[in-house]
């Protein structure tokens, strides 16, 4: 989206520039014939799923992976050519749309492979490449038993089939202690032992995601599968020679300026009291943008201040405390930094009991997303306010094709 396109006091932006950088960083760590899957599903944990594909490939990923047949569809319907993996399995009837796109489809059970029989003829020449997930102990989806195996081996000896890889997804990678990492990674050396002795071609084997990926060398295997990382959310204490950088920045403007009385009301169900004479300032978001009611108490940016919630978050608007008077359309930085203060999408979370990616992944369709951070600069966004806005650039990246 152009920035004179934006009909909405509140944008996030999205610099590509991080997300390479990223991507460089983190493939450097890795040995070297270690391929790199960037992870992309839910509109690229809320950057834009198309934006985040063009610039991963053309850093250096050989591949992306998104959740759902849906997503990857989308992606191939703007112009994403890159090998993709789907996560979650598809039905056995939605095997002919993979194939015309040639996706890379999960597998957990030899029925599938039974019942997508239905939907594809066993001399028909397209090949099936699948990635079957084993189970090793985050307890999701995958197989867990050797029969289970075994029931999938002489399905998966059958000419149109490709094993293109055998994975299986860590349960707490991120966590200071590292005993169930290291115990799933056993489970999966087991149970890659089953495939050997079954004499099933594969071509690769991976368990890493972007904590695993960074944290654990010996579990990179022949690809990793990054996400969280690539968008610069990681803990700092599990890489502390990384500088990766946080991609998306969420800002808006105040609508509304007022003085109230101690004592007065602010928000739905008399939800804030003054407890002074105070400023408040109205913000054009709310929970139908994805900034949850649980919110509330968490701090944004204006003038490099600090200003908490006050009050419930409506489902457009919300009004925070300011430390004094400011003109309406000052600029309030939600997410990402204001000169030396900063706001990360990992202290917002703290405030929900989760990740920094709920946050990101949250960030509805309503809020326009702006992008920066690549070669050609089209347009400068006309300052609105005394703050200056950086160059935007427009988010036209060749595709490189593969295969
Ligand atoms: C989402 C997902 C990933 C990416 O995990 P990050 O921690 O964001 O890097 C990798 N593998 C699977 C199976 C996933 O579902």
């Known amino acids: 989206m152009e920035p004179s396109e934006i009909y909405r006091d509140t944008w996030a932006e999205v610099d590509l520039s991080c997300i390479s950088h990223n991507l460089k960083v983190i493939k450097s760590r890795l040995p070297a014939p270690a391929e790199f899957m960037a992870v992309v599903k839910a509109n690229g944990y809320g950057h834009g799923d198309r934006e985040i594909a063009e610039i991963a490939v053309q850093a250096g990923a050989d ?63 397209d090949k099936l490449r699948i990635h079957i997930k084993f189970d090793t102990g985050l307890g999701r989806i995958g197989l867990r038993e050797r029969e289970e195996w075994d029931a999938m081996v002489p399905r998966l000896k059958q000419p149109d089939i490709e094993v293109a890889g055998i994975f299986t997804h860590l349960a707490t990678a991120g966590n200071v202690d590292i005993g169930y990492s290291k115990a799933q990674a056993a489970k999966f050396q087991q149970m890659l032992g089953w495939v050997k002795e079954s004499g099933v071609k594969v071509r690769q084997f991976h368990c890493a995601n972007s904590a695993a990926a960074l944290r654990f060398p010996e579990m990179v295997l022949d690809n990793v599968r990054v996400g969280a990382a690539l968008y610069g959310f990681y803990a700092k204490e599990h890489a502390p020679d990384l500088q990766l950088r946080p991609a998306l920045s969420l ?25 002074e004479d105070e400023w408040i300032g109205t913000v054009p978001i709310g929970y139908a943008d994805g900034w949850s009611q649980s919110l509330q108490g968490s701090e944004m940016l204006v003038d490099v201040q600090r200003a908490p919630i006050v ?33 990360t999408c990992a202290e917002l979370a ?25 070669e050609i600069v089209t347009e400068m966004m006309t300052p609105v306010t005394s703050v200056h806005f950086p160059n935007y650039v427009k988010k036209e990246v060749k595709t490189k094709t593969r295969r």
Not at 313 to 319: E, S
Not at 350 to 374: C, D, F, M, N, W
């Open 311 to 343: 009050g419930k978050i409506g489902m457009d608007q919300l009004m925070i405390r300011l430390p004094r008077s400011y003109p309406v359309n000052t600029l309030v930085t939600l997410i990402g930094k204001q000169m030396d203060e900063q706001i």
């Open 63 to 125: 591949s992306l992976a998104v959740a759902y047949l849906s997503e990857a569809i989308n992606l191939r319907r703007q112009g994403i050519t890159a090998p993709i993996l789907i996560l979650t399995p598809i039905q056995p009837q939605e095997v002919p749309i993979a194939l015309k796109h040639r996706f890379m489809l999960t597998v957990t059970n030899a029925g599938w492979l039974e019942q997508m029989r239905a939907y594809k003829s066993a001399n028909s020449r």
């Open 350 to 374: 703290a405030h929900l009991g989760s990740v920094p990616q709920e946050i990101s992944t949250s960030l509805s369709s309503r809020i326009p997303r702006l992008y920066k951070g690549h």
């Open 251 to 275: 800002h808006s403007r105040l609508i509304h300026v007022k003085r109230v009385n101690k004592g007065q009301y602010i928000g739905y169900d008399n939800s804030y009291r003054a407890a």
